[in-house]
């Protein structure tokens, strides 16, 4: 059964640092790998995906790391904001159209002004 | 990109009534839609997956005749809480593949039973 860690549940940290979340999965057969934003009280917002076959992508800040063989991913956010204050969710595919997804427990980010 | 929506956005209810959420891809179609639930400070749990044209597959532990899942067309599927009860509060998302391993989330809906 697939299980998804997330380290640390929880980072408070001073406007404009540079930090990793990292993920972990305990079965490397994987589809892709999702990172995903919550704002409280909200739904999903879609942050990077990484399809097995690469090693990571980028967007603006966002950068995502995927090492399939050992079954770890980190996203890492350079000179992070207050508005990047969010629970911040990975999720892994276990194959293509309609397979689901099964998800870490987050890790909760405070950026402080 | 895709947008899912999600109808509505927050419910009040009595304990024994019964409660439906919609959810809707707004842009595309999707055979397949996924149900999940979420407590406060938790990650989403899997409760089901809808498909069109067939049963739902719930996941183990989920009363499949408390959580009724209906995908009545390739846009739209329906999760109807029946009898609820004060425990089945809760946050509940839908999501849609638009593609290969692309999945993309409603809103969700807020349920709070009295």
């Known amino acids: ?113 | 990109g895709a947008v899912v929506s999600q109808h509505p956005s927050w419910v009040i209810c009595k304990s024994g009534t019964s409660v439906k959420i919609e959810c809707r891809s707004l842009d595309f179609q999707a055979t397949t839609m996924f149900w999940y639930r979420q407590f406060p400070k938790q990650s989403l749990m899997l409760m089901a997956t809808s498909n069109e044209g067939s049963k739902a597959t719930y996941e183990q532990g989920v009363e499949k005749d408390k959580f009724l899942i209906n995908h009545a067309s390739l846009t739209l599927s329906t999760l109807t809480v029946t009898s609820a009860h004060p425990e089945d509060s809760s946050f509940y998302i839908c999501s849609a593949p638009q593609r290969e391993g692309v999945q993309y989330f409603g809103p969700g809906t807020r349920l709070t039973v009295l």
Do not use: H, M
């Open chain 1, 1 to 113: 059964k697939q299980e998804v860690t997330q380290i640390p549940a929880a980072l408070s940290v001073p406007e404009g640092e540079n930090l990793v979340l990292n993920c972990s999965f305990t079965d490397s057969a994987i589809y892709n790998l999702q990172w995903f934003r919550q704002d409280p009280g909200k739904g999903l917002t879609s942050l990077l995906l990484i399809q097995s076959s690469q090693r990571e992508q980028t967007s603006g800040r966002l950068n995502a790391s995927l090492d399939k063989s050992s079954g770890r991913s980190t996203l890492y956010i350079a000179a992070s904001q207050p508005g990047d204050s969010a629970t911040y969710l990975c999720a892994v595919s276990l194959g293509g159209y309609g397979n689901k997804l099964v998800f870490g427990a987050g890790t909760i980010l405070r950026v402080k002004s």
